[in-house]
């Protein structure tokens, strides 16, 4: 049988697709505050950054290409029960309960808010209208999800470029300013500190995500062999990666750039309004709410399709428009509490979960060197798991408790990555035990 090949043009607009959907609301409220507040270190800490928001993104995609196009079988390594629970969990958090939510909101704020009246900001029927109109539009875009490719590689993400390209290049061209001491934490531990920031734009879990909807629109362009589909996966992953390190270290270095005029701001969102206002006068707060409407528009689309095509294969009984449907008008309620509400209750989770997701992406690169042992995944998860839930628990406000007491000797962990020693010594330890008990190695039926 003849096996299909994409031209440059086709693996550019799914690179393209997946670059609009990375690119939601958090990628662009982040950086700027990054770098307003790392100052002069801004280089220790956007490396820091671009390693969880971008290279780990990366990886993740391709770690779902090789694995069979479905984080329930890459996680399912550890357990099959496991990998139900914790790919649900990853569905829920970066869908319905935080992420998709999150796009509305910030879309409202940043993009709309800047133009009420104080009495109209007041009511809460302004983000009700909002977040009604925001997801009838994604519920609809959302509905046939084969035209995604066309609808954002080709339209809205070509206009989302123009808008943040227009929105960066006055900061380039006449800088706003020099930047200014590093804040608490960037101070002594700037790489450390942009690392744990990058957890916030969800991209890591999000990869695991978006890779179905790559790999889905793959297949629809008649690519059906698995060597071809992870390698337009890998040259659609590295367009999107190279275009979100861009961004990441052009924000940065507008907000880095932006105290002496702006002042110091207390999220990434008002730091962009001051600094388009800054550069652009009246007009910049236009330019910068299309950008934010573009970019949250687009990953809206991809996480509600995402999550529908993923629910409606778990529970065949309710379809994929349904559960358009009802991600769609769920998240509209979710929306309403706010964004800084939103932002505190999600930032637990995700550092409760974001480790697991990256030990599982690192470890699908390894499946073969240590021959998939299952020992190996479930000696590294487990650790993983057990510091997640402490630094879980003090982002949420209760550090003060046994486990985390427990837990302070370990290495690295008042930097926030305290799960990384346990994990690489679980992994040993699992091997260890694998090949000393031999257990049988049982390839996955879709290994590559």
């Known amino acids: 049988m003849k096996q299909h090949t994409l031209s440059f043009s086709g693996i550019l607009t799914i690179g393209l697709m997946l670059f609009a959907l990375f690119l939601g609301a958090g990628n662009m409220i982040f950086p700027p505050l990054l770098g307003q507040q790392a100052g002069e270190h801004l280089a220790l800490a956007i490396i820091g950054f671009l390693i969880t928001g971008v290279g780990l993104p990366l990886l993740g995609v391709i770690a779902i290409a090789q694995s069979g196009g479905d984080p329930q079988q890459l996680a399912s390594r550890v357990h099959p029960i496991f990998g139900i629970i914790f790919t649900i969990t990853l569905y829920l958090a970066i869908g319905p309960f935080f992420g998709i939510p999150r796009t509305a909101t910030v879309s409202y704020e940043i993009g709309l808010l800047p133009f009420m009246s104080e009495s109209v900001m007041e ?10 109109v925001f997801f009838a539009l994604t519920a609809l875009l ?18 989302l470029i123009v808008v943040l390209s227009v929105l960066v290049a006055g900061a380039f061209i006449t800088p706003m300013g020099d930047p200014g001491q590093p804040a608490a934490g960037y101070e002594t531990s700037a790489f450390f500190t942009g690392f744990i920031e990058g957890y916030l734009t969800l991209d890591a879990i999000a990869a695991l995500v978006f890779a179905i909807v790559v790999i889905t629109a793959i297949k629809e362009k008649q690519v059906q062999d698995r060597k071809s589909i992870v390698r337009v996966t890998i040259l659609a992953g590295l367009i999107a990666a190279a275009g979100l390190a861009l961004v990441y270290i052009a924000l940065s270095y507008l907000g880095a750039t932006s105290i002496s005029a702006v002042g110091e701001q207390s999220n990434g969102g008002a730091i962009l309004s001051a600094a388009a206002s800054s550069l652009y006068g009246s007009s910049g707060a236009v330019i910068l709410g299309l950008a934010i409407a573009a970019a949250c528009i687009t990953t809206s689309i991809g996480l509600v399709s995402s999550t529908a095509t993923y629910f409606s294969r778990l529970v065949p009984g309710i379809s994929y428009k349904a559960f358009v449907f009802i991600f769609a008008g769920f998240s509209m309620v979710i929306s309403n509490v706010g964004l800084t509400q939103l932002i505190a209750f999600s930032v637990p989770v995700l550092v409760m979960i974001y480790p ?9 690169f390894l499946h073969s060197s240590f021959k998939g042992y299952q020992a190996v995944y479930i000696g590294a998860v487990t650790p993983t798991f057990i510091v997640g839930i402490s630094d879980g628990l ?4 209760f550090g003060d408790n046994i486990l985390t007491s427990s837990l302070s000797f370990l290495p690295l962990m008042e930097q926030g990555v305290g799960w990384t020693v346990p994990a690489v010594a679980g992994a040993v330890i699992g091997l260890f035990t694998a090949i000393v008990l031999k257990h049988p190695v049982k390839p996955s039926a879709n290994q590559i």
């Open 123 to 132: 009511s809460g029927w302004p983000l009700f209208l909002f977040s009604l």
């Open 394 to 397: 003090a982002a949420a406000g």
């Open 356 to 364: 697991m997701a990256i030990v599982l992406i690192l470890l699908s």
């Open 142 to 159: 959302s509905l046939n999800p084969s035209r995604l490719v066309n609808r954002i590689g080709k339209i809205l993400t070509p206009v």
